[in-house]
């Protein structure tokens, strides 16, 4: 009885190895569902890192696109100041050359904060790339007031150009600027600085050739283009040429047959 009471050590091999496989498997199970878990977990992370991301950069672009300054589509000629000859209660002229630097059509406005006593000529117009035009600007001078000294008042007016990008040559209208609201870009804001006329002086010779420049833009559209087509003589009588000169031809024909008779 003794020795069939003990228990062989294999006994405890024995069950130990048939106890091992479900020992593991139970760890495994709670491995795999640990690492699934986990798994999800981190794929949750990373979708949340990479929405937060995307978010974070169409929210940056968007206030890169705010923060960063406007492409230029014009050059202005002077690029930020108008200067008037000082002359108190007369009217007087600066002007601007403004030129298209872009690679599309451009359309420019002129805007003032005195429309009564300022404007321009052209208000406005469209521009071909490489495209310039001489604008002449026209401001009453006010007399000076509190004694100042002529030079040193200063205007309060101020000038805006803006531009706005078209798709091809039209005709310029200014509504462009009011249905396309959100496309325009404020090119410039212009101040006044006033000129001794009676003083020497670089900016005052190139204002004087500008000025030149822009009345001679202004009598060459003054001409009436000329006239390619047939001529017209009366309420539709046209003169055909060839015409003119067969009957020319038959005529001198019927003239040398009755001198060679």
């Known amino acids: 009885m003794a020795i069939a009471d003990r228990k062989s050590p294999s006994d405890g091999k ?15 199970t709670n491995s795999s569902s640990s690492s699934s878990s986990m798994h999800h977990q981190h794929n949750q992370s990373n979708s949340l890192v990479e929405g ?19 492409r230029r589509r014009l050059k ?28 599309s059509h451009a359309a420019f406005k002129f805007q003032t904060t005195q429309p009564k006593s300022c404007f321009m000529r052209p208000p406005g117009a469209i521009l071909a790339p490489g495209e310039s035009i001489v604008a002449t600007v026209f401001k009453f001078v006010e007399l000076p007031e509190n004694n100042e000294k002529p030079l040193d008042q200063k205007s309060r007016a101020k000038f805006k150009i803006m531009s706005l990008k078209v798709k091809g040559p039209m005709d310029y209208m200014p509504e462009l600027f009011d249905e396309q609201k959100d496309r325009v870009s404020i090119e410039q804001i212009l101040r006044v600085v006033f000129l001794d006329p009676e003083r020497q002086n670089p900016v005052l010779e190139k204002l004087k050739r500008q ?24 309420e539709g009588l046209v003169i055909d040429e060839w015409k003119e000169r067969r009957e020319k031809f038959l005529a001198r024909q019927q003239v040398e047959g009755v001198d060679s008779i």
């Open 76 to 103: 202005l000629s002077p690029c930020n100041k108008l200067y008037f000859p000082y002359e108190p209660g007369k009217q007087v002229r600066s002007a601007i050359r403004i030129k298209n630097t872009s690679k």
């Open 52 to 70: 937060s991301n995307a978010y974070g950069s169409n929210s940056v672009s968007s206030v890169a696109r705010s923060i960063l300054p406007t």
């Open 14 to 28: 024995i069950w130990g190895f048939f106890k091992l496989p479900f020992r593991g498997n139970g760890t495994n």
């Open 211 to 234: 000025l030149a420049e822009a009345d001679a833009a202004a009598e060459e559209h003054k001409k009436p283009p000329e006239d390619t087509g047939p001529k017209i003589i009366g």
